[in-house]
């Protein structure tokens, strides 16, 4: 009697633990590397993404959705702690003499997925420190600059038979433009990493410079029409290795259990847009696939940031832990919804890139009215190497600092104010600064108590930057 008791105990313990671990469904999370919001379904009638342009029509894809800091270093910690770097301590790039790193004490996305029974993998880029922090327990390899390999690599953790459900965080290097030597050679890759035998399994995507769409914050030139030309055929190498991912996760009969989640780091790598408060440099891609959502094909006019991707992928696990340092909120309920309420607000926090490049940005951004504050504002915007070595620029720079670099002057854009208050409604290229003018004084002082809260909420050193210098 007791062996039967006991056996029948262990049945019922064994089938509670595979519901728990039911419940706590497959996650992808898949992050490009300086891609704006181009592709067929952001509205680019040119580029061809027919994989992402897929995704969107089987889930929600966000028009308003922000990075906190356009730095891949600083925002990929956002993006695994769900806390803004200026609260983690990853203030800027962990590589090379770089050296910036979260605290130890800080919890990552997938440590707490681990507590909660996942098998967790990278594979890609990783930009993060330290590893005990931000720990997987599976690295796989794979080329950065071929996600058609990447996702190929990453099928036998994807296909492995367990009773737990798996986390795969998957980073390309694609479309980051190259160091800071400008490439010329026909015969290596350019600038975007683009070979001129291409990539095994890939097809090559060759635009028309002629054909591509060059963003109103970009100089019209056949300089940056190239360099257009070369980011559009990266960002397709890109789609084409997430369609195999999409393609793997099916044969593994995992697809119809598995969150997925497609986003960018941050915004384009040309200046005006990375290392920028900018829109084109925090305005980035978001398109999630809730596999459990009834409603689908929906775009979502929430305002959502990378500091809510943790605590959403830790919501649908069912791993939100009761009590943490995490900053974000989740946003999983509301995929389903083209307007929810209480969407209408985000923040960023920008300090550093380069370790050279000391120039910290405060912003809120309501939906009509966005607030920058340049604390360091009597320093000239620093230049990212790659940024400012960029034909883009050059051609413009070269021909002085009265020229225009897209709305601004070249003078304009290095040199800027304390403060920076756009109206996005009647002004989205943020071209004409309202923070001087009297008709707007009520909405700056609204906006700079907004901001004064929000650095107090998240413990944010430069709070203190309001009371001297």
């Not at 898949?30 to 992402?52: E, H, L, R, S, W």
């Not at 390309?172 to 800071?180: I, N």
């Not at 005006?272 to 979502?300: F, H, M, W």
């Not at 050059?394 to 290095?414: C, P």
Request: overall charge neutral; charged content about 20%; aromatic content about 12%.
């Amino acid at each position: 009697m007791r062996i039967h008791r006991f056996c029948t105990s262990l049945v019922i313990l064994l089938l509670m633990t595979l519901s728990t671990f039911a419940a706590k469904r497959n996650v992808v999370l898949f992050v490009t590397d300086d891609q704006g919001k181009d592709a067929g379904c952001y509205g680019n009638p040119v580029i061809k993404t027919p994989n992402m342009d897929a995704l969107a029509a089987d889930g929600t894809i966000f028009d308003k959705a922000y990075a906190t800091t356009a730095s891949c270093s600083a925002s990929r910690s956002v993006i695994l702690t769900g806390i803004f770097n200026h609260a983690n301590g990853h203030y800027g790039h962990q590589h090379s003499y770089h050296k910036f790193s979260a605290y130890d004490s800080v919890k990552s996305l997938p440590v707490y997925l681990e507590a909660a029974g996942y098998r967790t993998a990278r594979i890609g880029k990783y930009h993060v420190a330290p590893e005990e922090v931000f720990k997987f327990e599976t690295v796989l390899k794979g080329n950065g600059r071929n996600a058609f390999e990447m996702a190929n690599k990453s099928m036998p953790f994807i296909s492995e038979k367990s009773v737990k459900p798996f986390f795969l965080y998957i980073c390309t290097t694609d479309p980051h433009r190259g160091g800071g030597v400008v490439q010329t050679n026909p015969n290596k890759p350019d600038a975007f990493g683009n070979k001129p035998e291409g990539y095994p399994g890939v097809t090559k995507t060759v635009y028309d410079e002629a054909k591509v769409i060059v963003p109103p914050f970009l100089p019209e030139s056949p300089a940056c029409r190239a360099e257009l030309a070369q980011y559009y055929q990266s960002v397709s190498r890109i789609d084409q290795g997430f369609g195999q991912l999409i393609k793997n996760l099916k044969e593994a009969g995992v697809y119809d259990d598995t969150l997925i989640l497609y986003i960018s780091d941050h915004g384009i790598a040309f200046p005006g847009g990375k290392t920028t408060t900018y829109e084109p440099g925090l305005n980035a891609p978001c398109i999630v696939r809730n596999p459990y959502q009834d409603k689908r094909g929906l775009r979502s006019q929430a305002m959502v940031s990378w500091i809510d991707l943790t605590p959403t992928i830790l919501d649908f696990a069912n791993a939100m832990p009761k009590k943490s340092a995490i900053q974000g909120k989740s946003f999983l309920s509301i995929l389903d919804q083209e307007y929810p309420k209480g969407w209408d607000e985000v923040f960023a926090s920008h300090t550093f890139h380069e370790i050279t490049m000391y120039y910290p940005m405060r912003v809120v951004h309501s939906g009509k009215y966005k607030l920058i504050w340049n604390i360091a504002h009597p320093l000239p915007y620093p230049f990212a190497s790659d940024l400012w070595a960029a034909p883009t620029f050059q051609n413009e720079y070269k021909k002085g600092l009265d020229s225009y670099y897209g709305k601004r002057t070249i003078k304009d854009y290095i040199h800027r104010p304390q403060f920076e208050l756009f109206n996005l409604e009647s002004d989205p290229d943020e071209a004409n600064n309202l923070a001087e003018v009297e008709k707007y004084a009520d909405v700056m002082t609204e906006m700079k108590e907004k901001l004064k809260a929000f650095q107090k909420r998240t413990k944010d050193p430069w709070i203190m930057k309001w009371n001297y210098e």
